[in-house]
């Protein structure tokens, strides 16, 4: 990946990009008036698409409806609700199906052009009318400024829209890629993650496309976690609709590479705000792992340091216990000489070394403090043994963790 | 196993069993008086000795030193102190020894005859003047009413001290055995658990006593979770002083049986009480998975049920919200067919079935709520594929473990 690749970062997130307008609504899968719980996605012409889903044997029914209609590798709309995740019921494939065809009747598309998905409780019947009742609205609702809409339609327990976009060249052309995402709890991405939709107007093969998302996903989505729990409505999907006028992206390249970093700084940001935004969340964290012998021993690494829950409590009270540190390198199975291993605390306050070569070192407990005060903290884990790295981004475990979770259908 | 194993529960933990006495003293490790951070346990005479320990690649100092003590398969005593992990010190190994040094000399034993342990925060020097400063009060202390105390020597945020002893007949004559056990957080043992002593005077060889406790962890303490994180100092060991009188059990059979279902009496208790007093705990969870087509799927499936931190946190809401306990099935790698999966709840309050054929069934969610406002509940998973069955235990995720571990060391 050449670092000479210029990116800008531009408002409009899913809309950001050429020929792409998006919007949000209530239809009244909620009781909260207030709350947009049905999201669309438009490009004007079909374009190529990609995706990933959850590796969970509990698959959300749109996944599988989605999976049927990406066979062909295109698309042309998104159709999203949230408040109910059609997932472990009997008519859950009838219902993502008849989702699939009132958006494509409304917007004039091929029902096999849908991308259909849903989020929420897992195991209540989503009833077809409120959806079927609102669906004109929904066409209305499309619109350039509509990615925020969309952003908002999608969400859960999330307390923010995410959304970002970039411009960047490829092949002398402007494109622009911009993505939405949600997730909050039961996040655990394992090969996949949780709700994304992704669109460019680059012009990039179907197979160019899935290649370039599969890639991206193995340190991007795949190394956050909120609370250890994949869920069974993951996935991440990309529209790509050429309308940028490149020359098509067909195989590996200078170009391939452009595209991979543009999407990399989209999909980086999104994880930031999904680790960010878990559940409860006071803290983002973000653990960065270097000196690695290989970069599996690198990524199991800084994810199972991310996922402790003892570490999680104490980041959430400021507290530099970094013995937890260590005890989670200790059980990740990955094969590290505990006895080489520096451990950093960092944020915008500074940063303060608190163990080298596997032992406590002395430190200020003021200056710790003042510096995991800090609303986003980074771990630093050097292992001394190679030269891979990786990073892994989580949240601290909070009261708010529980509150939300202890009573979350009621 | 033979059903007809007849076993009465005895008073007395660790000094149930003839032979043993145990004690426990406040020696100035922790600033509170009032908290005790020193025990012990002798026998009379020396026994064999079996012991597991954690996998965790970080492993205390006292642990290294046990396995050199125990390569014998002989031992006649045990010290353990609370208040800190001796794990993480350039000088752990020298206090480990120190420690057995000074109560082998206390007793008049040889020191490779002590088991040595420590169980608090990790990193920090321990310091070996209080523990040498308490050895004559340590010594002293021992008694065949002492179980209680050096129970309570090895509590770090244990609530409840947890002991256990049954009586049982081995080839005609009476043998008892009992254990304490300590672990409150950082419990999600993986070939052994937190610390674990247990004692009997039925006499059986070292080999076998070894053979008995590795099997037996299998089902029990590798079983239990209550935050996901594996220990650095967890241990499990027994000491055998063959004082019952019994013709040593040296091989497989019906004595070894029933000292099998003897020990495995004891160690159940343990991990019900250790699970049920997980840190912030207010529930013990309880899940039996039956009709699974293997062993290893029906642990993998109890185990990733126990450990979901949704569904522990709605454990403590007392919510009924069974598609987390098919999401974690879902995730936990096991091959189960989702559509076959049947899920009830059960306490003392009744039973409900909430789930059958990987789909919701109308229920009474008062009546669930009734279920699952108990301090005891089962979650019972039919999977509906074969003959194999397994249980695992685990608690509720609380606003109690948040506080506990947000500053765990100050």
Same sequence: chains 1, 2.
């Avoid at 408002?11 to 990009?17: D, L, P, Q, R």
């Avoid at 070192?361 to 771990?379: D, R, T």
Wanted: include cysteine; hydrophobic fraction near 40%; charged fraction near 20%.
């Amino acid at each position: 990946m050449k670092e000479s690749v210029k990116m800008k970062k531009v408002e409009g997130g899913v809309c950001a990009a050429k020929g792409f307008t998006a919007g949000g609504i209530h239809c009244g899968i909620r009781k909260n008036r207030d709350k947009k719980d049905l999201s669309v996605i438009f490009s004007e012409v079909p374009g190529t698409a990609a995706a990933v889903y959850t590796t969970n044997l509990v698959k959300g029914a749109p996944l599988v409806v989605t999976k049927q209609h990406l066979a062909d590798g295109k698309a042309q709309a998104v159709i999203c609700n949230s408040g109910n995740a059609n997932t472990c019921n009997a008519n859950g494939i009838e219902i993502a199906q008849q989702m699939s065809g009132l958006l494509a009747d409304e917007l004039g598309i091929g029902a096999n052009d849908v991308i259909v998905a849903s989020t929420g409780v897992i195991g209540q019947p989503l009833d077809i009318e409120p959806i079927a009742g609102g669906m004109k609205a929904l066409g209305a609702s499309l619109s350039k400024d509509g990615s925020t809409d969309a952003a908002e339609g999608i969400m859960t327990t999330d307390t923010i829209k995410k959304e970002i976009a970039v411009e960047f060249e490829l092949g002398g052309k402007t494109c622009r890629i911009g993505g939405i995402a949600k997730g909050s709890g039961m996040i655990h991405p394992d090969m996949a993650t949780m709700l994304v939709f992704i669109t460019t107007d680059a012009a990039i093969s179907s197979a160019m496309l899935q290649k370039a998302l599969s890639g991206d996903i193995q340190s991007t989505f795949n190394m956050i976690s909120v609370d250890g729990d994949t869920s069974t409505n993951d996935m991440v999907c990309v529209i790509a609709n050429g309308l940028a006028g490149n020359e098509p992206v067909t195989g590996e390249g200078e170009d391939f590479s452009a595209f991979m970093k543009a999407l990399n700084t989209v999909t980086v940001s999104l994880c930031r705000m999904l680790a960010g935004d878990g559940e409860g969340a006071t803290k983002l964290l973000e653990c960065t792992v270097t000196g690695a012998s290989d970069l599996k021993c690198a990524k199991t690494v800084a994810k199972s340091v991310i996922c402790s829950s003892l570490l999680k409590a104490a980041m959430f009270g400021a507290d530099a216990n970094w013995g937890r540190v260590l005890c989670a390198i200790g059980y990740s199975k990955a094969d590290v000489d505990v006895n080489k291993i520096d451990v950093s605390f960092r944020s915008p306050k500074g940063e303060i070394c608190v163990c080298r070569n596997g032992a406590g070192v002395e430190f200020s407990e003021e200056k710790a403090k003042e510096i995991l005060l800090e609303k986003e903290i980074e771990i630093l884990v050097e292992l001394n043994s190679g030269t891979a790295s990786s990073k892994a981004w989580g949240c601290d475990l909070t009261y708010d963790y529980v509150k939300i979770n202890g009573d979350y259908r009621t």
